[in-house]
């Protein structure tokens, strides 16, 4: 069973950049297509980005499209999230999730492996 295991989150000025990074181990994360989510305040935890399996094909959605880009290296068994230009409605906890669709997932229940999350505070 693959395990997940966030970093890279702090506090940032708005308009700064962040680079998450989530590391697998127990398995391989090659054999997954990888996600990030986030959960503001008093929201539900919501669909931000993800890749397929190959890397081949990203989704994000609208309000980070264009400033945030995820990314995997298979070498280091991670997967990336940059964060720019970031605001202060990009604060949240990000977690990581793994999902063995072929297909993009968007919603929580395309991922079965969770991460424990890492703190973004944005300040203005």
């Known amino acids: 069973q693959v395990q997940l295991v966030e970093s890279g989150g702090g506090l940032v000025q708005a308009g700064g950049s962040l680079r998450l990074s989530c590391a697998g181990s127990g398995g391989t994360l090659r054999m997954y297509m990888m996600g990030w989510f986030r959960r503001s305040p008093g929201k539900e935890r919501e669909f931000v980005a993800c890749?397929?399996?190959?890397?081949?094909?990203?989704d994000y959605a609208d309000p980070v499209k264009g400033r945030f880009t995820i990314s995997r290296d298979s070498a280091k068994n991670t997967v990336y999230l940059q964060m720019n230009s970031l605001k202060p409605e990009d604060m949240a906890v990000y977690y990581c999730?793994?999902?063995?669709?072929?297909?993009?997932?968007?919603?929580?229940?395309?991922?079965?492996?969770w991460g424990q999350g890492t703190q973004v505070t944005v300040s203005s």
């Open positions: 890749i397929s399996v190959d890397g081949a094909r990203t």
């Open positions: 999730a793994a999902g063995s669709s072929w297909n993009l997932g968007l919603t929580r229940d395309d991922y079965a492996y």
